[in-house]
């Protein structure tokens, strides 16, 4: 059965973007413990484009399909895993970008959805945290997607957090979702 193309972000509202979240249907990764089957020869490179054997992965819908049985493991290697064999996959930073935001509400009422590169939404919430990073590069935020895996934010959406950060009267600054508050400073 062909998976369903994901829904237009920007017709929906935050409120959409929370429910279909929540009942996405995702394969039950976390129980499937099959032997270690090798190397996938595959990579996701910083920018989220997906590589098998160093040749882009265009087709949409194949990167949807394999992003939906990516697991981290504990030891922090990310692996593909069915429930019949587990191969190992290349992350260069995060397994996922965050590269669309829609913001509803103002300070401690906000609420922030994002859209990943592989078509999947996510709201930052404390389920969902969103964390800051400083690299010698600058900050880098990231959103926790799901089991460890977690979304690089794109540096324009990264450039919005911070405006809103600056734009409310925290110390220190900071962004709400969801209830949650989440400081602009590295930790």
């Known amino acids: 059965m062909p998976m369903a193309p994901p829904p237009d972000f920007s017709s929906l509202s935050v409120a959409d973007i929370a429910r279909?979240?929540?009942?996405?249907?995702?394969?039950?990764?976390?129980?499937?413990?099959?032997?270690?089957?090798?190397?996938?020869?595959?990579?996701?490179?910083?920018?989220?484009t997906w590589y098998h054997q160093d040749s882009?992965?265009?087709?949409?819908?194949?990167?949807?399909?394999f992003s939906r049985i990516l697991r981290r493991e504990p030891?922090?290697?990310?692996?593909?895993?069915?429930?019949?064999?587990?191969?190992?996959?290349?992350v260069e930073d995060a397994a996922f970008v965050?590269?669309?935001l829609k913001a509803e509400g103002e300070g401690r009422g906000s609420t922030l959805a994002f859209?990943?590169?592989?078509?999947?939404?996510?709201?930052?919430?404390?389920?969902?945290p969103l964390r800051f990073v400083e690299r010698d590069d600058g900050p880098r935020p990231y959103l926790?997607?799901?089991?460890?895996?977690?979304?690089l934010v794109a540096r324009p959406l990264y450039y919005e957090l911070a405006e809103r950060a600056l734009a409310g009267d925290d110390t220190p600054p900071g962004v709400w979702s969801a209830g949650a508050f989440f400081p602009l400073q590295p930790r």
């Open 115 to 128: 859209r990943l590169n592989t078509g999947d939404v996510v709201t930052a919430s404390a389920d969902h």
């Open 98 to 100: 965050a590269v669309e």
């Open 75 to 90: 030891d922090g290697a990310h692996v593909l895993v069915t429930p019949v064999e587990k191969l190992d996959i290349a």
């Open 56 to 65: 882009p992965i265009t087709r949409t819908a194949m990167v949807r399909a």
């Open 20 to 48: 279909l979240s929540e009942t996405d249907q995702l394969p039950p990764v976390e129980r499937w413990n099959p032997t270690h089957c090798g190397d996938s020869e595959m990579r996701i490179a910083r920018d989220g």
């Open 144 to 151: 926790l997607v799901r089991g460890g895996l977690e979304a």
